[in-house]
């Protein structure tokens, strides 16, 4: 195992050095350049929107960025610069007859009932109802915004929601999760329910995964290869895409990367749709490289980062080649995950702005423990002691040195300029958020059921992974110990930053996460703790630690 992912590295770091020979690079610049200044403008946006014509159909914003497009043995990046609304569930029956003007009885639908998803219409009924709320709606929305089907690319990326996994919660699937054929006939109705009965995913969209197919926009093709920014498809074709699955298929059909197709006029009692609610002024590229919207100008606004972004592209095509794991064997098997290069929107909703990370990292996937920080360190100095416990009482400067001892006993079982080091801020929310905007990785609320902290009542930490984890795979990024990060600390910068590493100087470093001790707000993705200087040690401090190649 070690052979391969050394064989492995050696070719990603090859690659970084030559990337200019990589086709899969190749991207234009102008599109990076739209993604940067697409993400400062969308973190200013309204997190939703409501249709209130259609019975007020409930939309949220997804803002700009990328994803890993297909099954994990065959991947490609996508990249979409322009945010959009999407629907938070789909159609309902009454919503479409609120826009459409016919009778709940008179519904082609099999399964009558004013909350469950609209059913057997076809994608010219779908493209039609669009068409009328775009009219009803005319005087409320903005000039050049409109109502359509979503992309095919804009359907997965809001299915996803930052995640890699199967489905948009894990690689396992039951009847608690979505409403599907699971196979049991005399438990499963095999028919639609009312929207919304299934847990969210992490971006607040409901029933992604069965219930109906979703029709999308584009025509049905092979992918292309390579890096795509903002794909619609060909330009015609017979049959159109679907997503999702529904009550009627089985758990594969329900897999964030699986698509179907049907005829555009098809009526079948299992197909629904969501609509988006987007500028339709964009370019976008199509399948042919040719830009829909040639000679529009943007003049007002100005292109940030665009060499980076270069990067991050090239970065993300190569990130998909990577080890997801790695294990540093001399501190009793640490775990790690790889995190790809990849953006988010940094801090609490009404102050933020977008980070870009064009370097991918591994990060541990617990906290280190107090058996693997004596086997490096030779000692213990936490408070309450537990060897499957995080170790606490460890100043910043004592973590470093950690680093430095395991830099030296895994010499010769890493690629050469790789480093094992403390995440900097950035790198730990992108890793903490996995893909989320909201205040936690779960939601908006919190209770002891999600993490240990102040109101859990055990009053000191707790065995690593005693919580769930976030959908890419960490624990405990929120509570039982506070984390150090690599910053001093200091007022963030306005604007969009690429790979920020804090002020070059200061008094104390940077903690993240909350802790056992902490009120509930000290726990939430954005909240950031002026920390202490770096030689303070508290039974309420930790770490984790980041392994990357050393710039």
């Known amino acids: 195992m070690k052979q391969i992912f050394l064989i492995v590295l050696s070719i990603f770091i090859s690659n970084i050095v030559n990337a200019q020979e990589d086709p899969l690079g190749a991207i234009p610049k102008t599109e990076q350049e739209k993604l940067a200044d697409a993400s400062e403008k969308s973190s200013q946006r309204k997190k939703t929107f409501i249709a209130r014509s259609a019975k007020n159909l409930e939309m949220i914003w997804c803002p700009p960025g990328s994803y890993l497009r297909g099954h994990v043995s065959r991947t490609n990046t996508v990249i979409l610069t322009e945010g959009f609304y999407l629907g938070k569930y789909e159609v309902t029956q009454e919503q479409y007859r609120s826009v459409m003007g016919v009778k709940l009885s008179s519904f082609l639908s099999f399964f009558k009932g004013a909350k469950l998803p609209v059913e057997k219409v076809s ?16 005087n409320r929305i903005p000039e050049g915004w409109a109502f359509t089907l979503p992309t095919e ?6 299915c996803r929601a930052g995640t890699r996994t199967a489905y948009s ?20 109705s095999t028919q639609s329910c009312d929207v919304g009965q299934y847990a969210a995913n ?4 409901y029933d992604m995964h069965g219930n109906v197919w979703e029709w999308c926009a584009d025509w049905y093709a092979k992918y292309p290869s390579g890096v795509l920014t903002n794909p619609i498809g060909p330009a015609t074709g017979t049959v159109r895409v679907k997503r999702g699955g529904s009550c009627h298929e089985n758990r594969v059909s329900l897999l964030s990367h699986v698509r179907n197709y049907y005829a555009p006029d098809d009526h079948w009692p299992n197909m629904g749709f969501r609509i988006v609610f987007q500028s339709t002024l964009p370019s976008l590229t199509g399948s042919d490289g040719k830009s829909r919207n040639q000679g529009r100008s943007d003049n007002n606004e100005k292109s940030e980062s665009n060499g980076d972004l270069k990067k991050l592209a090239d970065a993300s095509q190569k990130s998909s080649q990577q080890e997801k794991t790695f294990i540093a064997s001399s501190a009793k098997n640490l775990e790690m995950i790889w995190c790809p290069p990849g953006s988010y929107l940094r801090g609490d909703g009404y102050n933020t702005n977008t980070v870009i990370l064009t370097e991918g990292f591994y990060l541990g996937k617990y906290e280190v423990t107090q058996e693997q920080y004596q086997s490096v360190m030779g000692d213990n100095p936490s408070k309450f002691k537990g060897m499957k416990l995080p170790v606490q009482s460890v100043s910043w400067e004592d973590v470093v040195v950690f680093c430095k001892k395991l830099n030296e006993k895994e010499k010769n079982s890493i690629p050469e300029g790789w480093v094992f080091t403390l995440p900097t801020e950035s790198q730990w929310e992108y890793a903490c958020r996995a893909g989320t905007t909201t205040r936690y990785f779960w939601g908006e609320k919190i209770n002891s059921d999600w993490a240990n902290y102040g109101e859990s009542g055990y009053e000191k930490t707790r065995v690593v992974g005693s919580y769930r984890p976030n959908s890419w795979g960490f624990y405990d990024m929120h509570g039982n110990v506070w984390e150090l990060c690599a910053d001093w600390y200091g007022s963030y910068p306005s604007g969009t930053l690429t790979n920020p590493t804090g002020p070059a100087s200061g008094s104390t470093r940077v903690k993240r996460g909350g802790s056992w001790y902490s009120r509930g707000t000290h726990l939430s993705s954005a909240k950031r703790s002026i920390g202490f200087a770096p030689s303070y040690r508290s039974d ?11 710039k």
């Open 123 to 138: 994608w010219e009924d779908a493209m039609a109802f669009c068409k009328k709320l775009n009219e009803k709606e005319k």
């Open 153 to 158: 690319s804009q359907w997965e990326y809001a």
């Open 169 to 188: 919660w894990g690689n396992e699937i039951d009847s608690s999760r979505a409403n599907y054929n699971w196979g049991n006939r005399q438990d499963d």
């Open 202 to 205: 992490p971006w607040g969209f």
């Open 540 to 550: 309420s401090m930790g770490f984790r630690v980041v392994f990357q190649l050393n």
